[in-house]
T-cell receptor, first 108, second 117 residues
Framework: RKEVEQDPGPFNVPEGATVAFNCTYSNSASQSFFWYRQDCRKEPKLLMSVYSSGNEDGRFTAQLNRASQYISLLIRDSKLSDSATYLCVVNRGYIPTFGRGTSLIVHP | NAGVTQTPKFQVLKTGQSMTLQCAQDMNHEYMSWYRQDPGMGLRLIHYSVGAGITDQGEVPNGYNVSRSTTEDFPLRLLSAAPSQTSVYFC????????????????FGEGSRLTVL
């Protein structure tokens, strides 16, 4: 079983839709959690950190459920510019482990 | 702001050739790492370093060497290139998440696209 698992998608949604991605991780000793965004043929960039209390940044909301070992990302009011691959990242000490990514396509 | 700089951006090699991918960061980050990204495989860790003089293997280390003689530089060497090493390579660095104010964010270089014929 891969340490960090994501549904690869693609999720194909119209502009204005709300879309949610989940990510599960297998190592209960994992310490910190992130969502990264990667545009086609570009380097990944941090979208947001994920905290147990949940956190929100504009249209983006991230949640962590340590008991069930999953992380979620909710995107409200999707924009065309949200089209990208979203990578779930789980850190254990120094070492980040990446999920394979979930592809989002927002269409007009 | 230079951040993480990788060179070259593109390289074509013949099977059996050797080369070095360069990575430098100017943020005084302790942690540096190399990933390769292949279609459908996500980012896979090749080697990493938690400080000058310290390196360790990641998930897919075979065929690659690294060294960390300074905090700033973390070159990746391909000893004898094989077609299976055709990939996009990313270097990334961060502070470990030990001190207040450090987010643990990984900063990536722009990537090096390597083709081995």
């Amino acid at each position: 079983r891969k340490e960090v698992e994501q549904d690869p998608g693609p999720f194909n949604v119209p502009e204005g839709a709300t879309v949610a991605f989940n990510c599960t991780y297998s190592n209960s000793a994992s310490q910190s959690f992130f969502w990264y965004r990667q545009d086609c043929r570009k380097e990944p960039k941090l979208l947001m950190s994920v905290y147990s209390s949940g956190n929100e940044d504009g249209r983006f909301t991230a949640q962590l459920n340590r008991a069930s070992q999953y992380i979620s990302l909710l995107i409200r009011d999707s924009k065309l510019s949200d089209s990208a691959t979203y990578l779930c990242v789980v850190n254990r000490g120094y070492i980040p482990t990446f999920g394979r990514g979930t592809s989002l396509i927002v269409h007009p | 702001n230079a951040g993480v700089t990788q060179t070259p951006k593109f390289q074509v090699l013949k099977t059996g050739q050797s080369m070095t991918l360069q990575c430098a960061q100017d943020m005084n980050h302790e942690y540096m790492s190399w990933y390769r990204q292949d279609p459908g495989m996500g980012l896979r860790l090749i080697h990493y370093s938690v400080g000058a003089g310290i390196t360790d293997q990641g998930e897919v280390p075979n065929g690659y060497n690294v060294s960390r003689s300074t905090t700033e530089d973390f070159p990746l060497r391909l000893l004898s290139a094989a077609p299976s090493q055709t990939s996009v390579y990313f270097c990334a660095s961060s502070y470990p998440r030990r001190e207040r104010g450090n987010t643990g964010e990984l900063f990536f270089g722009e990537g090096s696209r390597l083709t081995v014929l």
